[in-house]
């Protein structure tokens, strides 16, 4: 991810600051609690794209 590209980019909800998580390939709205991914080297910056950070993860499905 372009440091460049990461000064000037926002959250697209609050206008506040993003930061950028290499492992999972995202953008992270502390505030609002989003998660907007990066596909291809390119944010997306769609709230209806944005993971919710307080969303409970699922549980690994069981070998059966």
């Known amino acids: 991810m372009d440091a460049r590209l990461l000064d000037i980019l926002v959250c697209p909800i609050c206008k506040g600051p993003l930061e950028y998580n ?3 390939q995202e953008l992270i709205c502390k505030p609002d ?3 907007f991914p990066i596909r ?3 944010p997306i910056m769609w ?3 944005a993971r919710d950070l307080n969303a409970p ?3 690994a499905p069981s070998a059966s």
């Open 22 to 24: 290499k492992n999972a």
């Open 33 to 35: 609690k989003l998660a």
């Open 40 to 42: 291809d080297g390119i």
């Open 47 to 49: 709230a209806d794209q």
């Open 57 to 59: 993860t699922s549980p």
